[in-house]
């Protein structure tokens, strides 16, 4: 039931819009969303709303300009902004004239409701959200926790849910492996009438070939040497009602696609070794990572099975294709949870966030989801830089830096030394002034811009630091043609 407080949302980017009003109306506050500043000024309610979170880059009239608008009319709205392309300027410029936070997309769920927290707290503590069906019922799923606000996706769902309102006992969902097929399998159960019946997975990929009709369809005692006792099977324990998950059925033996056509036209089964037949009324879903009509072409799957399953055929989209969804999911996992007590990754950094819009993700949401805990463990700063992503995610990476290499040192290796000659300590200063700035002060990674370790780099930055306190700065040259008198001297004549 939605609280008293209204928070508005003014975006042009709409994925992000949509997903943010749609997290913020999950803890049960009422939200109004505008695609630009006009829009918001004709039909929003800045003086009843409890916070007000503006782009800072919109069509036509900008954030900034916005608040300007506000303070102007004496309206005391609280505004977040949030932005992709904020600098340190704008954001001490925003906050100086009455913002309250700044947030750089993608922001996390934790940082959102850390943000707006302070403004709604006499209606919903958002560090204390209510228990919401799935605390209190962790066995239930449903659609509302599949991250998603791409057209693709959001197309998939709204089929996944007509055929969960609706009877109909066949389902197959079609998709690349670890797309999330399981999730929406789970969520039409969970959202359907059959909700409070069992919900059976079987991966048909993992049982034994030699067990698996015993396992499905249970026996009987002295079917065969080692049935002691009868046995039900996994289609009897989701019987009458439930629903059971064919994970993976392409590779199911082509003589149980048979046996499993006859059980859902005949509506019953038999026990290995049985003689009388069993009631069947359960909804099957299956499951699979490969084109079944193709497979059926080229005899590897019946073709009259494949027809009797995609009564509804539902294909579950590529992440690749999701568009926005990439920074969403990233961004759930990312508040997920921490690693070995360690203070939590907070987002990604810029050249992160391109990385992943720009990776194919041939291993879809699985793929990600190791991404970010490979990251979480291995990164030492609070946001995840391409530093820790594996290898084909940043496939330039080794390019850049071997043309960086070759702009500065010839192909014998040598460095030409000016006709004037140079002072080495300040060429020395300059490179590891560039390294810690291109590095943001992280010692670690300025140590890798320069082929040193940690301890070399900083053992460098204490000797430049020490010289600088006896003023070697000021008369480096002197002291390098000294130097270079005294090594000239030294050599054998």
């Known amino acids: 039931m939605p609280h008293g407080a209204v928070i508005s949302i003014v975006d042009d980017d709409e994925s992000i819009r949509k997903a943010t009003k749609r997290l913020i109306e999950s803890v049960g506050l009422t939200v109004e969303d505008f695609p630009s500043a006009e829009d918001f000024a004709r039909f929003g309610r800045p003086q009843e709303s409890a916070c007000l979170i503006l782009d800072v880059r919109l069509p036509g009239i900008s954030g900034l300009e916005v608040q300007s608008q506000l303070i102007a009319s004496n309206c005391q709205v609280p505004i977040i902004f949030i932005t992709a392309h904020g600098d340190e300027q704008m954001r001490a410029r925003a906050l100086k004239a009455g913002a309250v936070d700044f947030l750089q997309k993608p922001f996390t769920e934790k940082q959102l409701f850390k943000a707006l927290n302070p403004f709604v707290t006499k209606h919903i503590n958002l560090d204390e959200p209510p228990p919401s069906p799935a605390r209190t019922q962790p066995h239930k799923f449903g659609f509302d926790q599949i991250i998603g606000v791409s057209p693709v996706m959001l197309e998939a769902l709204r089929l996944a849910r007509r055929v969960a309102e609706s009877e109909v006992s066949s389902i197959l969902l079609q998709g690349e492996s670890g797309t999330g097929k399981d999730l929406v399998a789970k969520a039409i159960h969970y959202s359907s009438r059959r909700s409070d019946q069992p919900f059976i997975a079987i991966n048909c990929a993992a049982l034994p070939s030699h067990l698996i009709e015993s396992e499905l369809f249970g026996h009987e005692k002295g079917a065969f040497t080692d049935a002691k006792a009868r046995k039900e099977g996994l289609l009897e324990q989701a019987n009458d009602g439930g629903t059971i998950l064919l994970d993976e059925i392409s590779e199911l033996d082509i003589n149980l696609q048979a046996k499993l056509l006859r059980v859902l036209e005949e509506g019953s089964f038999r026990r290995v070794g049985g003689l009388k037949d069993v009631a069947f009324n359960t909804r099957v879903i299956a499951a699979s990572n490969r084109d079944l009509n193709r497979e059926s072409e080229v005899g590897r799957f019946r073709l009259d099975l494949y027809y009797r399953l995609a009564v509804i055929q539902i294909d579950i989209p590529r992440l690749a294709d999701r568009g926005d969804d990439i920074l969403l999911l990233a961004n759930h996992f990312i508040a997920a949870s921490t ?29 990600l989801r190791n991404v970010i805990e490979r990251a979480k463990v291995l ?11 594996p290898r084909g995610m940043v496939p330039d990476r080794a390019e850049n830096a071997r043309r960086a290499r070759a702009s500065v040192i ?25 390294a810690l700035g291109r590095a943001g002060g992280n010692q670690t990674h300025a140590a890798e811009f320069l082929g040193l370790t940690r301890d070399q780099f900083r053992y460098r930055l204490k000797k430049l630091q020490e010289g600088q306190k006896t003023g070697a700065g000021a008369d480096g040259r002197s002291r390098a043609a000294v130097r270079t008198r005294e090594l000239n001297s030294a050599k054998p004549r």
């Open 339 to 367: 690693h070995n007590g360690r203070q939590s990754i907070t987002g990604l950094t810029p050249e992160a966030v391109n990385a992943f819009r720009l990776h194919d993700w041939p291993g879809n949401v699985r793929e």
């Open 410 to 434: 010839d192909m014998d290796g040598s460095v030409s030394l000016p006709p004037d000659g140079i002072c080495l300590h300040e060429v020395e200063t300059s490179l590891l002034k560039q």
């Open 379 to 389: 990164e030492d700063s609070e946001l995840i830089s391409t530093r820790y992503l």
